[in-house]
């Protein structure tokens, strides 16, 4: 939150204690984990994605897939990231804007607006 909200704060309060101090005093300590739902709406539907596209490829492309070589490996990793970001990208953004300060309150909300 503190990082993300020093982004967006270009011209006020730049350094991390500056912007520390203000995510305390406007919200208390639990405006550190703002955006925390957010982050669980991205990242679990994004990991499902990632394990499953890893596997399907993977499962594909090794002729053991207990024991896949580096090219399997390395092609299923690419592929599950593939997966994991075609899912949780339009999530992330939602996400950065309720930890900028820019969205409603709720990650459904600031979802509807985007």
Known sequence: V???QSTWARG???SFGEVFRQVLTE?????LYRGAGA???RDVPGSMAWFGAYEIVKN????????PGLVPALV???CGGLGMWTVALPMDCVKTKIQAGQ?????LGTARSV
């Open 103 to 107: 969205g409603s309150a709720s990650w």
């Open 27 to 31: 919200g208390g300590p639990l405006a």
């Open 2 to 4: 503190v990082s993300t």
């Open 12 to 14: 006020t309060s730049s």
């Open 60 to 67: 594909t492309l090794s002729e053991d897939p207990s024991k």
């Open 76 to 78: 299923a990793g690419g």
């Open 39 to 41: 982050t669980l709406a």
